[in-house]
């Protein structure tokens, strides 16, 4: 029976120990290698790490996390991913939510100073040198732990500005990662360029089927996505395989038409996820790598990763929107409407999920987890959590369900309900366009795009006018020479309301 992420790292430290397992810019670790180290962390930690307690892993994305990561789940505590890049504010906000007692850190990474003298703070360095590994606590410990048990916790945005601590048990993850292997077939030829930051969920499907399988795992250099030449090189240079990338760094391999120069060599599997990725960078994609197998993958953190998958086999107009699929196995995707009925074709309905991939709920936030962790409407006969992820989708022709927007994305703008995400994907289609995203100012009553791309405003509303209807053309355009985005790669929609949107 497999309880713990641990289970996977001792089958494959016994199967693949002497293979390099995660590889960053200046250090490989070997499975066995990370085993060992792991668990010197573990032994180091467990007079302050308790089950069930958080340990904050402050630092800059490298290998030595994931030792951290995996050193964390040995003490039966979870770990929280908090990079060295992030503002201290916001390192203090998710401090004093977590009101946790450890960090581990390394001593490369500048910390703040106010985090070393308020909290018990360990350097993997130090833990590293332990020599005499407690193998009788740490069995102990293994007895008593349950697939319940919470591995990690992310924290993401929170709507009152306070960051919400998205907490996932091992059976959510060891769930998704059993799905998410199988489906894709991922053994131990696998090689992943890890491309997303630790602390978005994205990350955890790299590190755990690399795990899982006795595949390799490649830290790309920060610095490589913004050089998408180098990028595509990287992976050469290093047999990348498959990558699972957010579009905003598909779209800029796209749009500076990398393809046409420099193609992927090796990469058999392409996913993208996080964000809509629009059809017509995908088409540049596919034309340029027809061999390759390509899906689009949909999911909130509070489902720990992924909740639908759509494998792309069939053709798509560039002004066409990608489905999002599917439900995962052991995973239920309900579109529900206001009412809480399942919707019928073409009908809107709130993306809802229920199933053990459902994290715990947010870390000492009960209000915030009871808002959106609610019960199933449509079971009447005992108690049954969905999570309500705030987005919108219908379900196609196929029986597929496509995603639209964000319920908040939904408007009425001149007596219609209209959805951004639609306005989004007929302007993305255009051949000048690079990326866009639609907001609504409720004050002014007004569609606002914001593009970068290298077309006049006039033209593009003459060219919608054969896409959508009047009431839904924009009000306003933008053009900028940089599209914001967020700290996990995505359009930073956020920035862009507080730029244009009266309130």
């Given at each position: 029976m497999i309880k713990s992420v641990l289970d996977y790292l001792e089958n494959t430290a016994e199967l693949y120990g002497e293979k390099e397992a995660y590889i960053d810019e200046s250090r490989a670790i070997t499975f066995g290698e990370l085993k060992a180290d792991a668990q010197r962390i573990a032994t180091g930690l467990l007079t302050e790490a308790g089950i069930g307690t958080p340990v904050a892993v402050y630092m800059d994305k490298c290998v030595e996390c994931i030792e951290g990561f995996l050193g964390v789940s040995y003490t039966g505590a979870f770990y929280v991913p908090i990079d060295i890049s992030m503002p201290y504010a916001r390192v203090k906000l998710i401090m004093d939510t977590l009101k946790a007692k450890v960090v581990l850190t390394r001593r490369r990474d500048e910390i703040p100073k106010e985090i070393e003298e308020a909290y018990r703070v360990f350097y993997i360095e130090d833990l590293l040198q332990i020599q005499e590994i407690n193998t009788g606590e740490l069995a102990r410990r293994n007895r008593v732990r349950i697939d319940q048990d919470p591995i990690y916790a992310i924290f993401t945005s929170g709507s009152t500005g306070v960051p919400k601590g998205v907490l996932v048990s091992q059976r959510s993850v060891i769930n998704f990662t059993e799905w998410w292997c199988e489906t894709f077939e991922f053994t131990e030829e696998e090689v992943f360029a890890n491309q997303t930051p630790f602390y978005f969920d994205a990350s955890v499907k790299d590190i755990y089927a690399t795990l899982r399988c006795g595949a390799t795992m490649y830290i790309?250099?920060?610095?490589?996505?913004?050089?998408?030449?180098?990028?595509?090189?990287?992976?050469?240079?290093?047999?990348?395989?498959?990558?699972?990338?957010?579009?905003?760094?598909?779209?800029?391999?796209?749009?500076?038409?990398?393809?046409?120069?420099?193609?992927?060599?090796?990469?058999?599997?392409?996913?993208?996820?996080?964000?809509?990725?629009?059809?017509?960078?995908?088409?540049?994609?596919?034309?340029?790598?027809?061999?390759?197998?390509?899906?689009?993958?949909?999911?909130?953190?509070?489902?720990?990763?992924?909740?639908?998958?759509?494998?792309?086999?069939?053709?798509?107009?560039?002004?066409?929107?990608?489905?999002?699929?599917?439900?995962?196995?052991?995973?239920?995707?309900?579109?529900?409407?206001?009412?809480?009925?399942?919707?019928?074709?073409?009908?809107?309905?709130?993306?809802?999920?229920?199933?053990?991939?459902?994290?715990?709920?947010?870390?000492?936030?009960?209000?915030?987890?009871?808002?959106?962790?609610?019960?199933?409407?449509?079971?009447?006969?005992?108690?049954?959590?969905?999570?309500?992820?705030?987005?919108?989708?219908?379900?196609?022709?196929?029986?597929?369900?496509?995603?639209?927007?964000?319920?908040?994305?939904?408007?009425?703008?001149?007596?219609?309900?209209?959805?951004?995400?639609?306005?989004?994907?007929?302007?993305?289609?255009?051949?000048?366009?690079?990326?866009?995203?639609?907001?609504?100012?409720?004050?002014?009553?007004?569609?606002?795009?914001?593009?970068?791309?290298?077309?006049?405003?006039?033209?593009?509303?003459?060219?919608l006018k054969d896409k959508l209807p009047r009431y839904m053309l924009p009000n306003v355009y933008d053009r900028v020479s940089d599209m914001p985005v967020n700290l996990n790669g995505k359009i930073d929609r956020a920035a862009l309301k507080d730029k244009y949107v009266n309130i």
């Open positions: 790309v250099p920060k610095k490589l996505f913004s050089l998408p030449a180098q990028l595509v090189r990287f992976l050469n240079e290093n047999k990348v395989n498959c990558i699972d990338w957010v579009p905003s760094v598909l779209c800029m391999i796209a749009n500076f038409r990398t393809l046409d120069k420099v193609k992927p060599e090796y990469l058999k599997k392409v996913m993208f996820l996080g964000e809509v990725m629009p059809t017509k960078q995908f088409n540049i994609w596919r034309r340029a790598l027809p061999d390759v197998k390509f899906a689009n993958l949909y999911g909130p953190t509070e489902a720990t990763g992924d909740c639908t998958y759509y494998k792309i086999e069939r053709e798509f107009a560039d002004d066409e929107p990608i489905p999002i699929g599917f439900a995962c196995e052991n995973t239920d995707v309900m579109l529900l409407n206001e009412k809480g009925y399942r919707v019928g074709e073409d009908e809107i309905g709130e993306i809802c999920v229920r199933g053990c991939s459902l994290a715990l709920g947010y870390y000492n936030n009960q209000g915030k987890t009871d808002e959106v962790f609610q019960e199933n409407p449509l079971q009447k006969s005992y108690r049954e959590r969905i999570y309500r992820t705030g987005d919108l989708g219908k379900y196609n022709r196929y029986g597929e369900i496509v995603f639209l927007s964000r319920k908040d994305s939904q408007v009425k703008h001149m007596g219609h309900r209209i959805e951004l995400g639609e306005i989004e994907t007929a302007i993305s289609s255009m051949e000048q366009i690079e990326r866009v995203c639609c907001i609504f100012d409720q004050a002014s009553q007004k569609i606002i795009a914001v593009y970068k791309g290298e077309i006049e405003a006039k033209e593009m509303t003459e060219r």
